[in-house]
C-alpha cells in the first residue's frame, strides 16, 4: 500500500473506531478524540457515508443552538454470520455491523468429519440469509469459532479434541461451498475479540478473559492484539497443574485447573462427595440453598480459579480480567471466593488498578464473537507488509 492510502486507511479506521466507541459522535468531537484536522474529518466521515458504512442522526443534545448532527455506525453497514461450533451442535447467528443478532438457529450436528460439517453449516447458512432475504454475495464473510488450537490467519485447525480433527484447513473447506470468505478461530479468542470490539475491553490495551462452563478458557490481549502464541495454542488455561497428585485430566496430565471448576469435574466431584444432583443447575442451587457440601464444592472451585488467576495477573499486568461463559452462573459463591483468593496471591502494585468483572450469561456472546471475526476487518488499523 502507498504511504498516502494506507494513511487515508488508518485515518478511516480510527474515525470508524471512535464512532463504534461512543454509539454517536459529533463531527467536532471525532476531531478532539482522534487528533485528526477537522478538514480530515469532514472529508473521510463523507466517504464512509458513501460507503454506507455510517450514517447521521440529530439525536444530539444541544449545546445553546441546533441540535448538532451526530454520527453513528449505520446498523446494515455490514452483514456477517457468526458460527460457534459445540462439541455437540452449533449455533449460527446473523448479525449487523454492530453484532447484533438479526436471526439466529442452532443446530444438532450429524457426523464429524470436516466435509460433513461444512456442508451441513453451509446449507444452514443458506437457510439463514434466505429466511432474512440476504443473498450471499452480500455478505462480508462468515465466522467460525471452536475449541481447540487453531491457525487463524492460515484457517487451519490444527487440533480439535472434540471431532478428533487434525490439520483441517476448515476456512477453506466451507468458503468454497459458501463463496466468500471464512474466517476460524478458537472459540475463547473469539469470544475476547468481541469483547474487545464491542464490549467491556474497548479501548483497553491490555486484558485477560478467563471462561468457565464445559472447560476453563482463556483469551490474551497485549498491547492491544491477542496473543496466540506461536502455535496458535496460547491461553490453555485450564490445562495448567494446581494440584500434581489430583485426578487425571482429559489431556493426560494431573489436577489441571479444569478438574477443580469446569462443570463436568463439578458433576464427577459431586459424585464423589455422594450428592444426587442431576445438572450443574442443580448443584448450584443446592449451593445456595445452603448445603454444605455443594457450597464447599462452589468455593474449593473459586479458591483454585483465584489462585490460578492470580499468578496471571503476577505475570500479564492486565488491567481488566473479563469472566465469561456458561460458568458464570455459579455466582458469588465461586467467584465471590475467587475474588478474595485472588487478592491475598496477587503481588500488590498490581491489584491496585485491576478490574475485574463478572459478565451476565449470554448464550449469544459466542456466536456474536464468531461474527466479531470478520467484523473485525472493518476495524481494524492497516499496517504495511
Ligand atoms: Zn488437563
Known amino acids: 500500500m502507498a504511504q498516502r492510502q494506507l494513511l487515508r486507511a488508518i485515518n478511516r479506521a480510527s474515525i470508524l473506531n471512535a464512532i463504534k466507541a461512543h454509539g454517536a459522535i459529533a463531527r467536532t468531537d ?162 475476547t475479540l468481541v469483547e474487545q470490539l464491542y ?25 492491544g492484539a491477542i496473543y496466540r502464541g506461536s502455535t496458535g495454542g496460547a491461553g490453555e488455561f485450564g490445562h495448567i497443574v494446581i494440584d500434581p497428585d489430583g485426578f487425571a485430566c482429559s489431556c493426560g496430565n494431573r489436577g489441571c485447573l479444569e478438574t477443580f471448576v469446569s462443570e463436568p469435574w463439578l458433576m464427577r466431584r459431586a459424585e464423589l462427595n455422594g450428592l444426587h444432583v442431576t445438572s450443574p443447575d442443580d448443584l448450584i442451587a443446592l449451593a445456595y440453598a445452603d448445603h454444605p457440601i455443594a457450597r464447599d464444592m462452589l468455593m474449593a472451585a473459586g479458591r483454585a480459579l483465584g489462585q490460578a488467576t492470580a499468578n496471571l495477573v503476577n505475570l500479564f499486568n492486565p488491567s481488566l480480567i473479563i469472566i465469561s461463559g456458561e460458568g458464570v452462573r455459579a455466582g458469588d459463591l465461586m467467584f465471590g471466593t475467587m475474588r478474595a483468593t485472588m487478592a491475598r496471591h496477587m503481588f500488590a502494585p498490581l491489584a491496585e488498578k485491576l478490574d475485574i468483572r463478572i459478565e451476565p450469561l449470554s448464550e449469544d456472546i459466542w456466536a456474536r464473537g464468531a461474527a466479531s471475526l470478520v467484523l473485525s476487518t472493518i476495524f481494524s488499523m492497516p499496517t504495511l507488509h
Open 30 to 191: 471525532i476531531a478532539t478524540f482522534t487528533g485528526l484536522s477537522p478538514a480530515t474529518v469532514t472529508g473521510l466521515t463523507a466517504e464512509l457515508i458513501e460507503d454506507g458504512l455510517i450514517l447521521e442522526k440529530t439525536e444530539g443534545e444541544s449545546r445553546g443552538g441546533r441540535r448538532p448532527i451526530l454520527l453513528a455506525l449505520n446498523p446494515q453497514g455490514a452483514a456477517v454470520v457468526g458460527i460457534k461450533l459445540a462439541e455437540e451442535h452449533a449455533t449460527l447467528a446473523l448479525t449487523d455491523i454492530n453484532a447484533d443478532i438479526l436471526a439466529k438457529h442452532t443446530i444438532q450436528l450429524g457426523p464429524r468429519d470436516p466435509r460433513s460439517i461444512s456442508l451441513q453449516l453451509a446449507s444452514e447458512t443458506r437457510d439463514l440469509l434466505a429466511e432474512a432475504a440476504i443473498k450471499t454475495n452480500q455478505l462480508l464473510g462468515v465466522g467460525v469459532g471452536l475449541s481447540g488450537i487453531i491457525d487463524s490467519q492460515a484457517g487451519i485447525c490444527r487440533v480439535s479434541p472434540h471431532n478428533d480433527w487434525h490439520d483441517v484447513p476448515f476456512a477453506n473447506l466451507l468458503a468454497d461451498e459458501l463463496g466468500c470468505i471464512v474466517t476460524l478461530d478458537n472459540n475463547v479468542n473469539t469470544l
Open 199 to 223: 464490549g467491556a475491553g474497548q479501548q483497553v490495551r491490555d486484558f485477560l478473559v478467563i471462561t468457565t462452563g464445559r472447560g476453563v478458557g482463556m483469551g490474551i490481549v497485549t498491547n
